[in-house]
């Protein structure tokens, strides 16, 4: 089965870029969608197809995906991104496939 | 503007059928649009469940396909989740969403609904 790996968590201090990684097989030649999760909340919807913002969403928030790994990239940190954040792909065996999640840290 | 609401059972005891229903409002769920059932256990990843198409067409996670099925019923705008032979394991908020198309992201989402397995 098709798997998407992220670090555990990341630190980033107010005003700086914090970068969230996700790992798959040629996940590059796949599109990948990024979540924002805040506690207590439903998943939010922040980049899909790799770099594109939905209607809402700061432009802060930017992605990328080549190779085998995605990175969604939140300039300008503020406190209110702080978050639980899963990438998200589609594999033809498997479906949807969601990674096993980042929790950032404004600090 | 989409609103999507879980509704069913918080309670289901081991061995037993989770049901649950999504109701739509706001948007025809008759649309080219595909609707699907994430869960999340307490503390724990997103796990995609199933995803059924505005014409009925569905789709399963291998390591659940056994036990689910999933339809959607046009004439109520609402789709629904049957996942049988639960165990604690299937302890988890569950959440009905709207993808834009054949495996498209999911860009709305329900509330979620706590779902307890517990005798």
């Known amino acids: 089965s098709y798997e998407l790996t992220q670090p555990p968590s990341v630190s980033v201090s107010p005003g700086q870029t914090a970068s969230i990684t996700c790992s798959g097989d040629?996940?590059?030649?796949?599109?990948a969608s990024w979540y924002q999760q805040k506690p207590g909340q439903s998943p939010v919807l922040v980049i899909y197809q790799d770099s594109k913002r939905p209607s809402g969403i700061p432009e802060r928030f930017s992605g990328s995906n080549s190779g085998n790994t995605a990175t969604l990239t939140i300039s300008a940190a503020q406190s209110m991104d702080e978050a639980d954040y899963y990438c998200q792909a589609w594999a033809s065996t498997t479906g949807y496939v969601f990674g096993t999640g980042t929790t950032v840290t404004v600090l | 503007q989409v609103q999507l609401q879980e509704s069913g059972p918080g309670l289901v005891k081991p061995s037993e059928t989770l049901s649950l229903t999504c109701a739509v409002s706001g948007f025809s769920i008759r649309t080219d649009y595909w609707w699907g059932w994430i869960r999340q256990p307490p503390g724990k990843g997103l796990e995609w469940i199933a995803t059924?198409?505005?014409?009925?067409?569905?789709y399963y996670s291998m390591s659940l396909t056994s036990r689910v099925t999933t339809s959607i019923d046009t004439s109520r705008n609402q789709f629904s989740l049957n996942l049988t032979s639960v165990t604690a394991a299937d302890t988890a908020v569950y959440y009905c969403?709207?993808?834009?198309?054949?495996?498209?992201?999911?860009?709305?989402w329900g509330q979620g609904t706590l779902v307890t397995v517990s005798s």
């Open positions: 059924v198409s505005h014409g009925g067409d569905t």
């Open positions: 969403a709207r993808a834009g198309g054949n495996w498209k992201p999911y860009d709305s």
């Open positions: 040629k996940l590059g030649d796949k599109y």
